[in-house]
């Protein structure tokens, strides 16, 4: 599948024409769309973000996505996942328009909704069926002049939240044993891609699990600027007598009970040559747990005590100066 944004900008008559006649024809899996949300949503974040929505918000705005596109599919195509490749489409928009306008265009995010936790049994004490949803955010991109937020949703589906973990323990026969942000998710930049989540949940009865990685697996969310890539989402399971987790793809995978799985949700992709951010930003990551030593010192270039994270201001110059000189030209 194609994504493919062309971006023009009429400066006779003032307006935006945003060119998605490159993606992909329909497919036949649901993943088809017809809509313009895609373009409406990347050019509102662009020009009046913080302002009220009405029509006159698009005056400026032409679109151009033909008939039977995976973004205006014609009838019978399939269209249960519609909204599934929209925030890659706004995205990709608005990476188009890095070259022209790099300080305001931010670094990919997770891309997605969110990583889904999706567990189906039947509660043994009410004897009746359950469904455990809940949509984990992940990281967004490094910004021109700050970092990417972390574990939050996607631009497309508004105001919506992961689930309480205490209602999900109360209401269902399941444990979250830890809801955190992943180390080392978020891509390394001069201005750092928001993290990604890890989810661990115990399921206590038998039940079935959905493990499908929502988006940006083979392509992980892009830096700009020589910033890398954020880290992508994968799922994880150990079954019962289990020493280690694995990863695991499948939807309505039976499992036994004492099974566990890990969801984790994309990071953001940096921003910027990380070897021009702060040394003292990335001890300060270091220290909340956001960066490793080892990311500080293979991604940053910054060498840090494995002890109390002390700089050591020598070996990082050094380290640095090593790195800008092996870079390409």
Known sequence: MRIHAKVTIDQAKGDMVIDLSGCSSARKAGVNSRTLAGARVAYKSLTAPLEPVNEGSFNALKHVIPEGNIMMARYPAPMAGWSTIIPTVVDTIVKALAPAAKDRIPAAHLGTLGASVVFFGRNPKTGKA?????IEGGGWGG?????GESAS?????????NGSIEAIEMKTPVLVERRGLRTDS????????????DVHVRSFIEGRWNM??????????????????????????KLPGENAFHEKEANRYPTPPETEVIVRSNGGGGWGNPLERDPERVRSDVIEGYVSVEHARSDYGVVLSPKDYAIDNAATQKLRAERRAQAPA
């Open 212 to 237: 499908h990685a929502p988006a940006r697996i083979d392509n992980p969310p892009w830096g700009l600027w020589g910033g890398k890539p954020g880290n992508s989402s994968r799922y994880m399971i």
């Open 186 to 197: 978020g891509g390394a930049g001069k201005f750092r891609g928001g993290l990604g989540l």
């Open 153 to 161: 949703v996607s631009v497309c589906q508004g105001d919506v939240r």
């Open 143 to 147: 910004r021109p002049t700050e970092d």
């Open 130 to 134: 359950f469904v455990v949803q809940s």
